[in-house]
């Protein structure tokens, strides 16, 4: 074993330039402590052998990998370091050198040198900032009594120690001293070494001794609290205590303790299905090893929550008296005979069957026709509670099934939550806007609903965040939708369509007497015999003001009146008021709608047809004329491609056909014509209005008007056969608001008559057409227009003009 002396008789402001480095693991050296090493690593054994054989002066950096076999990189090593003096050397028979070394200063490496296999370094010496001030004797004497306290606590620590630590002067030689002797990590170790300011190194190991002073008088008095039940040979028994005491130490028995014993009775009184309480038993089990204050003891709770709020087993019982049911939906809804019938229905079989599944139904049908109000009223019908959800805009699948426990703020899906809203397993769920689900990135919503609305799966579904099978085949799900064609045909093939179309004349005024006036009415605070309407008064609101399928702009207009009576009775100048047509004009304006057919359809060219939206049923205008030119066929109107493709086949068939219909050949030959669909700013397309517009171009060549209370619909063939079309009913239902007197239907739609209220059939002819020469013959049938006699002639002029030409060039 080789000896050197102490570091005094070096002198710790001067370093070499270039000190070899020997990696410190897990460990840090203080200047002026001492450490004992162990040298394994063949380069570092070369490194102090050559030091031994020099000066004996070394630098030791710490490491920031573990240890190996391998020597660091530079890059592992961190910057500031302490310069040690070899106390002491020996060397074992295993090929180990065991070194006892002395801090002598920091310093920060410059760079490192090669040429060596072990490390070298270019160093710069670090000094100690020091200011002695009141601040600093303070710090060193706290630091000292706390360090005191330390000793006391730990009996590894000799009691010396504390007297040596008084005798120090040096405020950075004492937080050295100190920073070494604690219980600290490398890491922390690592940070005081680096940090020159001597306060500031101070006050940072003030807080690391408070924090070991803190956690060894907890100890301490864990110890003190379990030593006088412990048995020493029950070493178990002993564990549990010292968990027991640590608990109650830290507050948690009262609260975390009750909590987990709420969760169990709840868990046990609920009766969870198998699945579901095995899931829950093991997530109250991880709860209970949890502390309250970590983000993970929220999510569990939040699951039990959940998992214990649901209504796995609670159900309300159906209303199956079918009279009583049928009494409620009539006084809620007027019309709508076939939702009402298919509800009724489904009562009956569950009357006779009370395990049958619940039915999905979707309605379908124009804004403002009650498909939603008609939901509420099924529930109430049901004695079931109701729970609405919005699909409108609905883009991410995680609404429908909930988002994974793995995201912060997780929760169910909407149907999940809808169900604990309602407290009832078997509500009246209703989808609204089905027809309006999106899809992005984050999923498609509507794949989602599959499982949802099939009653072959529903009976198990997964909401991701329960991650637990849920039964949905009691739940009645009722789907709204303004059109079929945007709803996917998987889900669209697993509802039950039922389609409310749009009312009639007469229907709207029973509705509005029976349901919209009492409503406005006890909306604005006016009694029955303050406000009254009469019957003419009623009519012109829905015929002047008002053309829509459903009845919501119906309302708003009975809302208007209602709201120019409150305040005329607010003021005193009235007690009650008698609505007439001749007050409309004061409460709500001009008439704003006049019926256009008898006014537009008056010369030749010019053909009424009909058309489907969304919104109901539409008439279309579909005017035509001829220029001079040569074969042009013009097509305005926003037009779609199917419509112009129509348009095309109509002048076909005319041109086709034009000697039997009375046409002369020649005339296309100098001839351009323009077919025009007013309301040019709407998109238009649909085949449906093929029929109208080859009226409309042989009522121009021919000179003959048609009639001005007749309106058609049909697609059209290059061989004059007319075709079905849709939305029948829509359309018949808009002529018939329209004022239409006479109506032409392809042949093959005579089954959609059976949809057509009994007024509306008695109050329209109904012409039913199988060839386009059939349509012609009704709808030109007649005397030839003054106006269009003058234009037919000046037509023949035109052609004579054109043949006189045509020779006279032979």
């Known amino acids: 074993m080789a000896d050197q002396p102490s570091s005094a008789e070096y002198d710790t402001e001067k370093l070499p330039e270039l000190l070899p480095i020997l990696p410190l693991f897990d460990a840090a050296l203080f200047p002026k402590m001492v450490l004992p090493l162990v040298v394994m690593q063949r380069e570092s054994v070369q490194l102090v052998d050559e030091a031994m054989a020099k000066d004996r002066i070394i630098g030791l950096v710490v490491s920031k990998k573990s240890e190996d076999k391998t020597t660091p990189d530079q890059q592992d090593l961190t910057r500031v370091g302490t310069s040690a003096l070899i106390l002491k050397m020996a060397k074992t028979q295993d090929n180990r050198t065991q070194l006892l070394v002395q801090g002598l200063s920091r310093f920060r490496v410059s760079a490192y040198e090669d040429g060596k296999p072990y490390l070298r370094a270019r160093v710069k010496l670090v000094k100690d900032i020091e200011k002695q001030d009141n601040e600093t004797e303070a710090l060193m004497s706290n630091l000292i009594s706390q360090f005191a306290r330390i000793t006391e606590l730990s009996p590894g620590l000799p009691p010396e120690i504390v007297q040596m630590a008084k005798t120090i002067q040096e405020p950075g030689t004492l937080a050295d001293m100190i920073a070494s002797t604690i219980n600290s990590t490398p890491e922390e170790k690592q940070t005081i070494l680096e940090i020159e300011d001597v306060k500031?190194?101070?006050?940072?190991?003030?807080?690391?001794?408070?924090?070991?002073?803190?956690?060894?008088?907890?100890?301490?008095?864990?110890?003190?609290?379990?030593?006088?039940?412990?048995?020493?040979?029950?070493?178990?028994?002993?564990?549990?205590?010292?968990?027991?005491?640590?608990?109650?130490?830290?507050?948690?028995?009262?609260?975390?303790?009750?909590?987990?014993?709420?969760?169990?009775?709840?868990?046990?009184g609920k009766n969870l299905p198998e699945e579901a309480r095995k899931e829950a038993e093991r997530e109250l089990d991880r709860l209970s090893r949890m502390h309250p204050s970590s983000a993970e003891y929220t999510v569990a709770s939040t699951y039990l929550d959940w998992i214990t709020a649901l209504p796995w087993h609670d159900s309300t019982p159906d209303n199956l008296d079918i009279r009583k049911a049928r009494k409620i939906l009539d006084d809620d809804h007027f019309g709508l005979e076939k939702p009402k019938k298919r509800i009724i229905e489904y009562l009956a079989v569950r009357k006779l069957k009370p395990e049958s599944k619940g039915p999905i139904l979707c309605f379908v049908g124009p804004p403002g026709t009650g498909k939603t109000s008609l939901g509420q009223s099924i529930a109430r019908a049901l004695g079931r509670k109701f729970h609405r959800i919005s699909l409108g805009g609905v883009r991410d699948e995680a609404e429908i099934r909930g988002h994974r426990r793995t995201y912060v703020g997780a929760l169910p899906g909407r149907i999940i939550q809808g169900l604990r809203r309602a407290e009832s397993n078997n509500p009246v769920f209703m989808l609204d806007e089905i027809d309006k689900v999106g899809s992005d990135f984050r999923g498609d919503p509507s794949s989602a609903l599959l499982e949802v609305l099939d009653p072959e799966q529903n009976f198990s579904f997964s909401d991701h965040y329960l991650d637990v099978p849920f039964d949905l085949s009691k739940v009645m799900f009722i789907t709204t939708a303004n059109i079929l064609d945007t709803i996917p045909p998987a889900l669209r093939d697993r509802m039950e369509v039922l389609t409310l179309h749009g009312y009639t004349l007469d229907e709207k005024v029973k509705i509005a007497n029976r349901y919209l006036i009492p409503r406005q009415r006890e909306a604005h605070g006016i009694t029955a015999k303050q406000i009254k309407f009469t019957a003419g008064a009623v009519r012109h609101i829905i015929m002047g003001y008002t053309r829509e399928a459903g009845l919501r702009n119906l309302e708003r207009e009975l809302a208007n009146i209602c709201r120019g009576v409150a305040t005329k009775i607010a003021q005193g100048r009235k007690k009650s008021v008698t609505i007439t047509v001749d007050d409309l004009h004061e409460y709500l304006g001009p008439v704003r709608l006049t019926s256009e057919t008898r006014v537009r359809v008056t010369t030749p060219?010019?053909?009424?047809?009909?058309?489907?939206?969304?919104?109901?049923?539409?008439?279309?205008?579909?005017?035509?004329?001829?220029?001079?030119?040569?074969?042009?066929?013009?097509?305005?109107?926003?037009?779609?491609?199917?419509?112009?493709?129509?348009?095309?086949?109509?002048?076909?068939?005319?041109?086709?056909?034009?000697?039997?219909?009375?046409?002369?050949?020649?005339?296309?030959?100098?001839?351009?014509?323009?077919?025009?669909?007013?309301?040019?700013a709407i998109p238009k397309d649909g085949p449906s209005a093929g029929v109208t517009m080859l009226t409309a171009l042989t009522s121009l060549l021919t000179g003959v008007a048609v009639r001005n209370d007749l309106a058609m619909t049909g697609e059209i063939t290059l061989r004059g056969q007319v075709l079905p079309v849709g939305g029948v009913k829509e359309k018949v239902l808009a002529a018939h608001r329209a004022g239409i007197k006479t109506l032409i239907l392809p042949a093959w739609n005579r089954k959609d008559l059976e949809d057509i209220p009994k007024k509306v059939e008695k109050d329209i002819k109904f012409h039913f057409v199988e060839k386009m020469q059939d349509v012609l013959a009704i709808a030109l049938k007649g005397t030839k227009s003054r106006s269009g006699a003058k234009k037919k002639r000046n037509l023949k002029n035109t052609r004579s003009r054109a043949v006189g030409k045509k020779r006279r060039k032979k």
Request: aromatic share 6%; net charge negative.
């Open 200 to 268: 500031k190194r101070l006050k940072v190991i003030t807080r690391l001794v408070n924090h070991q002073l803190d956690i060894l008088e907890l100890g301490n008095k864990i110890q003190s609290q379990v030593k006088g039940d412990m048995d020493k040979s029950q070493r178990e028994y002993y564990l549990r205590q010292q968990l027991k005491a640590i608990k109650e130490e830290l507050g948690e028995k009262d609260e975390a303790g009750v909590e987990i014993d709420e969760y169990r009775v709840k868990i046990e």
């Open 605 to 680: 060219g010019v053909a009424t047809g009909l058309a489907w939206t969304p919104t109901g049923g539409e008439l279309l205008f579909i005017e035509a004329t001829a220029m001079k030119g040569k074969k042009g066929l013009t097509l305005t109107g926003q037009l779609g491609d199917v419509m112009k493709e129509s348009a095309t086949a109509a002048l076909s068939f005319v041109r086709a056909n034009a000697s039997a219909l009375g046409v002369d050949e020649d005339f296309f030959d100098g001839h351009d014509l323009h077919i025009h669909v007013p309301a040019g």
